[in-house]
Each structure stands twice: as structure tokens, then as C-alpha cells.
């Protein structure tokens, strides 16, 4: 009886092995088409980042590119953590549900003492002095096969649902990783940029000052010179408060201190063409259908739902079937003064049989499930639409600032141009200060401009790349791969 007590029990824990080894789903990669262009299509000239000239906040420096950005990223996000959490939540729940398929294992043992009297069978009253102890180990099972069978299905479907959301908000934090380190190169680019005006306007105040003392220029050129030089202190005050809260809002993405200082570890900031700039958007739309996670997720959910309502029916009119198998026995002793062995007795039990059930609460059970279904189609199609708008808005801006990058190109060279020949008419003695002043001016803005443009324009190619669920490590030409 114990032998097979025991060959039951390790069948049970052999065939729940299998059965939670087959509840491992797999999320299939499927093939990411390349749009990156064959050649970088701007031929703009990189901003200069100067990261030997800058200092920290508080602590210290710590120079970052783009590439260690996206993996910190990945690996210290909190977002990313709490997706992975929720994917292991999900496989728990398939796991449960797979789990109602196998069979409950319920050992029990009692030992029993009775003295005194009983009543025997014919109805007599007797005396009586008995021991018994009984063992056994029942395994049961009672489900709606139906029911069981749509649970797993949703479980499924939910834990596809996790893995692409998971997908989609590793891609949030590398367009987020992205997008905030583009903005910490612009914000020292300004920082740059400012700090060379601030120097040609303490230039020009020197020059000014000293063609006063000489009887060459008039006062009002040095006080010109001197407010200006003010100004663009203030400017350059300002431009480092930009930085820092830059550097800060990266290390929150990254997890990392905020008091450390982050710094673009490039020279330069310089356009990064990533997007194809002939792709149509009906074929931008078409390449986010099949490649959003989050779109994916929630076509996932709507079956899920799906499922939900068939289980609901079938817990509502589906038989409940159960099958049992209880194995054990009984023994003791009995006798009023000598009491004598009964030894042991085996037993063996085997149980079938079905019921069907009918209430009123499994009718507003098939209600909510048919509301919940009804639901997640509607948000599959909402999400669909914010999905063909995000790729609309996504591909305007990257088309607007691509035009903008040979026009802040040629405003920059010009703005230099004209600085040039102003201050050699102001040697010349053929212009004023304020001219000067104003050349200055129009170059410190065309360099600015110059900066954000293509800041922007990097940041519009990350953002389509997100909007069309292609962005990765290698589609930013890093190193940093897609998969965990």
C-alpha cells in the first residue's frame, strides 16, 4: 500500500514538472527591417561640446555617451525592473492555471480511543474498549474542463501581454535615455556657446575702454560694451542651471546619483541620421503595425478577454466533473479486558461523477465578462489610432527638422561672416561698438540655433524610430542589443 502511496505522489510531481515546464512562453523576436540610410544624408557640422572646459556641479564629472547611457539604462531603470516583475507575475498566474489541471494531494491520519459502552449492530448497548488508527492519501480532482481550458488561454495570452509591454517600456527608456542625452549635449553646447560670447564681450569692453582712454571711440561704446558683457554673464548663468537640470533629469533615467555631473563625452554634437529620409508614411504606418510592443500587448489583452467570457460561460452551464482515488487502510484493537490485535486492513477507493449547477449570479458574471471584452476592443482600437498618430507626428517633425539643418548652417556662417567683416570696419574706425555688439549678438543666436537644430534633429530620428517600434541599441548604432 505505501509502494503505491508513494509511485502516486511521484507521477503527481513528475507530470506538474512537465506541466510548468510547458507554461514557458516564449516570446518570439521577430525579424527588425533596417531603415537606417546607407550614407549620413546631412552634411552639417558638428556643435562643439568642449568636455575638457566643463566643471562639476558638487561631487565630480562623469563623462557618458550615448551608448553607456542606453545601458545603464537598461539595467538600473526602475521602469524596466517593475516590467520584468509584472512578467514574472504573469507566468505565476499560467503557472496557477496550469496547475488546476493536476490533481490535490490530501494526506490524513487519526487514532481513535473508545471505553465504555456502544451500541452494537442488533441495537444492543455493550461494552466496549477499542483502539484504530487510520492512514490515508486521497487525490482529487474537481474542475469544468471548459472553464479550466479558457483560464490557461487568457493566463496565455496575459503573459504575452507582460512580454510585450516589457518590449515596449525597455524601448520608452532607451528613446528617454536617448532623447535626455540630447538634451544634456544641447545644454552644454549653450553653455558653450555662451561662454565664448561672454569672452568676445569681455574683448570688446577691453577694446573699447582702451580706444576711450585714447580719445578714439565714444563713452557710450564702453558702456554699451559693458552692459552687454553683463548681459551675457547672466546668460551664461542661466545656461549652466540648464545643464545641471539636464545632467539631473539623465541620472534619474539612469538611476544614478544626481549630484554627480554628467557630461557628453563627444567633442562635438553632430547630426545623426537614422531614418531613411525616402520611406513614405504609408509604409512608416505599416512597419508600426507590426512592430509596436504595446500594440501588440494590447491585441494580446483583447484575447485575453476573449477567453475571459468563454470561461464565463462555461463556468456558468458547463458540467463540473471530478475523480478521485483514496489509498489507505485501518487497524487497532479491541476487547474489553485483553485486548486483541486487529491488525491492518487495506483499502482502496476510486470516485467519479459530474454535476451541474445554474445561478442567477453567473448571468451578470457573463455580463461583466462581455463588458470587459467589448472594452479591450475598444482600447485596441484607440491604441491603434494614437499608434498611426504618434508615427504622423513622429515623421513631420523629423521632416521639418531635417529642412532646418541646412538653414541654421548657413545662418551660422553668415552670422560668422558678418562678425568678421564688422570688427574690421570697427578697427577700421568706419563702425561703431554697436555694430559690433549687434554682430556679436545675431552669431552668439545663429550658434544656439545651430545647437538645438541639431539636437532636435537628432532627437526627431530616436523619436521615429520609438514611434515605429524599430528602436533598439543597433538601431542607434550602438552596441547595446534589444534582448535582456
Known amino acids: 500500500?505505501?509502494?503505491?502511496?508513494?509511485?502516486?505522489?511521484?507521477?503527481?510531481?513528475?507530470?506538474?514538472?512537465?506541466?510548468?515546464?510547458?507554461?514557458?512562453?516564449?516570446?518570439?523576436?521577430?525579424?527588425?527591417?533596417?531603415?537606417?540610410?546607407?550614407?549620413?544624408?546631412?552634411?552639417?557640422?558638428?556643435?562643439?561640446?568642449?568636455?575638457?572646459?566643463?566643471?562639476?556641479?558638487?561631487?565630480?564629472?562623469?563623462?557618458?555617451?550615448?551608448?553607456?547611457?542606453?545601458?545603464?539604462?537598461?539595467?538600473?531603470?526602475?521602469?524596466?525592473?517593475?516590467?520584468?516583475?509584472?512578467?514574472?507575475?504573469?507566468?505565476?498566474?499560467?503557472?496557477?492555471?496550469?496547475?488546476?489541471?493536476?490533481?490535490?494531494?490530501?494526506?490524513?491520519?487519526?487514532?481513535?480511543?473508545?471505553?465504555?459502552?456502544?451500541?452494537?449492530?442488533?441495537?444492543?448497548?455493550?461494552?466496549?474498549?477499542?483502539?484504530?488508527?487510520?492512514?490515508?492519501?486521497?487525490?482529487?480532482?474537481?474542475?469544468?474542463?471548459?472553464?479550466?481550458?479558457?483560464?490557461?488561454?487568457?493566463?496565455?495570452?496575459?503573459?504575452?501581454?507582460?512580454?510585450?509591454?516589457?518590449?515596449?517600456?525597455?524601448?520608452?527608456?532607451?528613446?528617454?535615455?536617448?532623447?535626455?542625452?540630447?538634451?544634456?549635449?544641447?545644454?552644454?553646447?549653450?553653455?558653450?556657446?555662451?561662454?565664448?560670447?561672454?569672452?568676445?564681450?569681455?574683448?570688446?569692453v577691453r577694446v573699447t575702454e582702451a580706444r576711450g582712454r585714447a580719445g578714439a571711440g565714444l563713452p557710450a561704446d564702453g558702456l554699451r560694451a559693458r552692459a552687454e558683457y553683463a548681459a551675457r554673464r547672466q546668460d551664461l548663468a542661466l545656461a549652466l542651471k540648464a545643464f545641471g537640470d539636464a545632467s539631473v533629469a539623465l541620472a534619474v533615467t539612469l538611476h544614478l546619483d544626481p549630484a554627480v555631473t554628467l557630461l557628453p563625452a563627444e567633442e562635438s554634437l553632430a547630426p545623426r541620421p537614422l531614418v531613411r529620409a525616402d520611406l513614405e508614411i504609408t509604409a512608416l504606418l505599416d512597419l508600426a503595425l507590426a512592430h509596436r510592443d504595446d500594440l501588440q500587448a494590447v491585441f494580446a489583452l483583447v484575447g485575453a478577454a476573449e477567453a475571459d467570457g468563454k470561461s464565463a460561460w462555461w463556468a456558468?452551464?458547463?458540467?463540473?466533473?471530478?475523480?478521485?482515488?483514496?489509498?489507505?487502510?485501518?487497524?487497532?484493537?479491541?476487547?474489553?479486558?485483553?485486548?486483541?490485535?486487529?491488525?491492518?486492513?487495506?483499502?482502496?477507493?476510486?470516485?467519479?461523477?459530474?454535476?451541474?449547477?445554474?445561478?442567477?449570479?453567473?448571468?451578470?458574471?457573463?455580463?461583466?465578462?462581455?463588458?470587459?471584452?467589448?472594452?479591450?476592443?475598444?482600447?485596441a482600437g484607440q491604441k491603434l489610432e494614437r499608434v498611426r498618430a504618434e508615427v504622423v507626428r513622429a515623421d513631420q517633425e523629423r521632416l521639418t527638422q531635417a529642412r532646418l539643418l541646412p538653414d541654421a548652417a548657413e545662418q551660422l556662417k553668415f552670422a560668422e561672416e558678418a562678425l568678421r567683416t564688422t570688427r574690421a570696419s570697427f578697427d577700421a574706425g568706419a563702425t561703431t561698438a554697436f555694430d559690433v555688439l549687434h554682430a556679436e549678438s545675431v552669431l552668439g543666436l545663429a550658434r544656439l540655433r545651430q545647437g538645438e537644430t541639431v539636437a532636435r534633429f537628432n532627437q526627431a530620428q530616436v523619436n521615429l524610430l520609438a514611434a515605429l517600434g524599430l528602436l533598439d541599441g543597433v538601431s542607434l548604432g550602438t552596441s547595446v542589443s534589444r534582448e535582456r
Not at 321 to 332: N, P, R, V
Request: some cysteine.
Open 1 to 204: 500500500m505505501t509502494g503505491k502511496i508513494l509511485t502516486g505522489v511521484g507521477a503527481a510531481v513528475l507530470v506538474f514538472a512537465a506541466g510548468g515546464c510547458l507554461t514557458r512562453v516564449e516570446l518570439p523576436e521577430p525579424p527588425r527591417p533596417s531603415i537606417a540610410p546607407e550614407a549620413a544624408e546631412p552634411s552639417t557640422e558638428g556643435v562643439a561640446l568642449d568636455p575638457a572646459g566643463a566643471r562639476p556641479m558638487y561631487t565630480e564629472l562623469l563623462p557618458i555617451d550615448l551608448a553607456s547611457a542606453v545601458r545603464v539604462a537598461l539595467a538600473e531603470n526602475l521602469d524596466v525592473r517593475r516590467a520584468r516583475e509584472r512578467v514574472a507575475g504573469s507566468q505565476a498566474r499560467l503557472d496557477g492555471s496550469v496547475a488546476a489541471l493536476f490533481p490535490v494531494l490530501s494526506p490524513w491520519a487519526m487514532a481513535e480511543n473508545v471505553g465504555g459502552a456502544a451500541r452494537a449492530t442488533a441495537g444492543d448497548i455493550v461494552s466496549v474498549a477499542f483502539e484504530s488508527y487510520q492512514v490515508w492519501a486521497l487525490f482529487q480532482s474537481i474542475l469544468n474542463p471548459g472553464k479550466v481550458a479558457y483560464d490557461i488561454i487568457a493566463s496565455r495570452k496575459r503573459l504575452l501581454a507582460s512580454g510585450h509591454q516589457e518590449r515596449a517600456v525597455r524601448m520608452e527608456v532607451v528613446r528617454l535615455a536617448a532623447v535626455q542625452y540630447y538634451d544634456l549635449s544641447l545644454a552644454r553646447a549653450r553653455v558653450v556657446a555662451v561662454e565664448r560670447a561672454v569672452r568676445e564681450a569681455e574683448e570688446l
Open 316 to 379: 456558468a452551464f458547463g458540467p463540473t466533473t471530478s475523480a478521485g482515488a483514496l489509498y489507505g487502510g485501518l487497524g487497532g484493537s479491541a476487547g474489553v479486558d485483553d485486548k486483541e490485535s486487529q491488525g491492518w486492513h487495506g483499502q482502496d477507493r476510486v470516485m467519479t461523477g459530474s454535476s451541474w449547477k445554474l445561478a442567477l449570479s453567473s448571468l451578470a458574471d457573463l455580463e461583466s465578462a462581455g463588458s470587459n471584452e467589448r472594452l479591450a476592443a475598444l482600447d
